[in-house]
């Protein structure tokens, strides 16, 4: 029986030790990816994809994978979900959420407060109404996007920053 159970306890050991192995990123990979990801935010040139909503005052939603931002240096175009109260209902039942693309935007990027993050936010002004987005981008390609709009409640989108591959 002793034996049993060490060799399950020995097996599954061995399991997750392997598991663990494949899945770790090295040093120079995370380097690459900090670097990529700088580069991406001075540019502009990255695709931010949300998987949690976090509307005001409601818990967290899950989203499916199609929701994102592209930002490019002469344009962005959004396709994100809202969840909240609105001040104002648009007149059209599909303009809910944020979908729109704008070629007039002011992009700002600084560096975060800690180490490895940086800051960006992009005011629209082609819109019909103020729209601001705040970016916070981590070094690992994790990012919140922060939504403030004068005709709706703030809501909050977790996600990753996907970069363009080089061709």
């Known amino acids: 029986m002793k034996k049993l159970s060490l060799f399950s306890i020995a097996g599954l050991l061995s399991v997750l030790s392997f598991c663990a192995c494949g ?31 976090y509307p005001t005052g409601y818990k967290s939603i899950y989203l499916s994978p199609y929701y994102d931002v592209k930002v490019s240096p002469d344009t962005v175009i959004a396709y994100l979900p809202y969840y909240g109260r609105a001040y104002r209902a648009p007149m059209d039942p599909r303009e809910g959420g944020y979908r729109f693309t704008s070629t007039d935007f002011e992009y700002k990027a600084d560096k975060g407060n800690k180490k490895g993050n940086w800051d960006v936010v992009i005011t629209f002004r082609d819109l019909d109404r103020p ?3 705040r970016f916070d981008i981590w070094e690992n390609g994790t990012a919140r996007l922060s939504v403030n ?3 709706r409640q703030q809501i909050s ?4 920053i996907v970069l363009r591959k080089e061709e």
């Open 23 to 53: 899945s770790a990123q090295t040093a120079v990979e995370k380097e690459k990816l900090a670097a990529d990801v700088g580069n991406a935010v001075k540019v502009p040139d990255f695709t931010f994809k949300a998987t949690y909503a």
């Open 131 to 133: 729209v601001t987005f």
């Open 149 to 151: 709009d004068t005709d």
């Open 157 to 160: 989108f977790h996600g990753d």
